[in-house]
């Protein structure tokens, strides 16, 4: 089930991932949506653009996640993580409480849409 703990924008888009559960990040163009509801593979489904949530994040760099900390989400794959933006990563939020080094954990996260 999706923590929904701020307001966001919705978007209409067309899944081009796996199945997204509720609650699940899924990919519309360059940027990332929060799925209020589940979302089919290529399936069309509406994305929140902006809000508080709590969501899994991983360290991918090594040295932990701060509160705080820009988060990245991989294109291919919708997972969050600390990795710096570039090829496939694009910018999704902010961290709102701490991961430790190497780890993933279901934090709150601040969505913010570029």
Same mark, same amino acid.
């Given at each position: 089930?999706?923590?929904?703990?701020? /307001?966001?924008? $919705?978007? &209409?888009? &067309?899944?081009?991932?796996?199945? $997204?559960?509720?609650?699940?990040?899924? $990919?519309?163009?360059?940027? *990332?949506?929060?799925?209020?509801?589940?979302?089919?593979?290529?399936?069309?489904g509406?994305? /929140? =653009? /902006?809000g508080? %949530?709590d969501?899994?994040?991983?360290? =991918?760099?090594?040295?932990?996640?701060?509160?705080?900390?820009?988060? =990245?989400? *991989?294109?291919a794959?919708?997972v969050?993580?600390? =990795? *710096?933006?570039g090829?496939?990563?694009? +910018?999704?939020? %902010?961290?709102? /409480?701490?991961v430790?080094?190497?780890?993933?954990?279901?934090?709150?996260?601040l969505?913010? +849409?570029?």
């Amino acid at each position: 089930m999706i923590n929904k703990t701020g /307001e966001g924008n $919705i978007v &209409t888009f &067309t899944n081009g991932l796996g199945a $997204i559960a509720a609650g699940g990040v899924g $990919i519309c163009g360059n940027f *990332a949506v929060v799925c209020p509801s589940a979302v089919g593979a290529g399936a069309v489904g509406q994305g /929140e =653009t /902006e809000g508080e %949530y709590d969501l899994p994040v991983t360290d =991918t760099v090594g040295g932990g996640i701060a509160d705080g900390d820009v988060l =990245t989400v *991989a294109l291919a794959t919708g997972v969050i993580s600390n =990795t *710096a933006i570039g090829a496939g990563q694009v +910018h999704f939020g %902010y961290a709102r /409480e701490v991961v430790g080094a190497g780890l993933t954990a279901t934090i709150n996260v601040l969505k913010k +849409h570029l």
